[in-house]
């Protein structure tokens, strides 16, 4: 349990495609347990297909992701990944329409593609020209998107989805995950370029205004929006590459951007292996004061 996720082995190089087909196949049950103990709290309009679908996709990618040399059995592993997902498909139904989080994938996106090219995070206006709206258009959206970032990461506070989800003693193996996510997560921020840092623990933590932050920092509120989105990409993708690497996107190549992106995974590397992450948290997955 003391080996860390960068010298660990991968699914892939510890099971076979027929493995990894039989285990989805033996916990197809699985989806469909967790589904219904849901629903029986769930509003009607919610939709049984799309958390079957969400339910399947988290199936299929903890049997890819599966280590065994963790020595957790697979259906507590599935279990916590299902569950997260179902959590998940409903903060979307929560935050906002279908159109929005498709305009939001398709800045991400773009805002990707004109780091690579321009070398540099790209302004809000040629960000703006790149999609073809207006300014006051793309702060709308990226409104829309914080507010999903805040939920994501604060949590959800009484009568959202997490209050529909049947209560459920965790077990060992589920606090152990929990508690590795966590030290993951604490990793990554500390990793974080400095000023990209400052942004996140103030606006996110801290909650401090923008303007507040703009102002210690010495730049615009715009350029705060734009560290803080820079920021959360970072975030994403290397919790993504120790904890999900079928979630990231496809290598953008060998320039400066991409060497930044790996100098970043091996710095949350760095930081310390299992022991390190799990002591950030107590045994029952508690901040330690």
Known sequence: MTTSTATRPTATATSTAAEREELVRAHLPLVGHLVRE???RLPSHVSREDLVSAGMAALAGAARSFDPGRGIPFGSFATTRIRGALLDELRGLDWASRSVRTRARRVESTQQELTASLGRTPTQPELAAALGVGVDELKTIDDDVQRAVVLSLQGFTAGTAED???ERAAGPADLIL???R????HHAVAALPDRLRKVVTAYFFDERPMNDIAEELGVTESRISQLRAEALVLLRDGLNNHLDPELLA?????GCVARRREAYYEQIAAQGGLNARLAITNPLGMPRG
């Open 182 to 185: 966590i030290g993951y997560l």
């Open 38 to 40: 849901m629903l029986g």
């Open 178 to 180: 929990h508690r590795e």
């Open 250 to 254: 496809a290598p953008g190549g060998k």
């Open 164 to 166: 529909l989800v049947p």
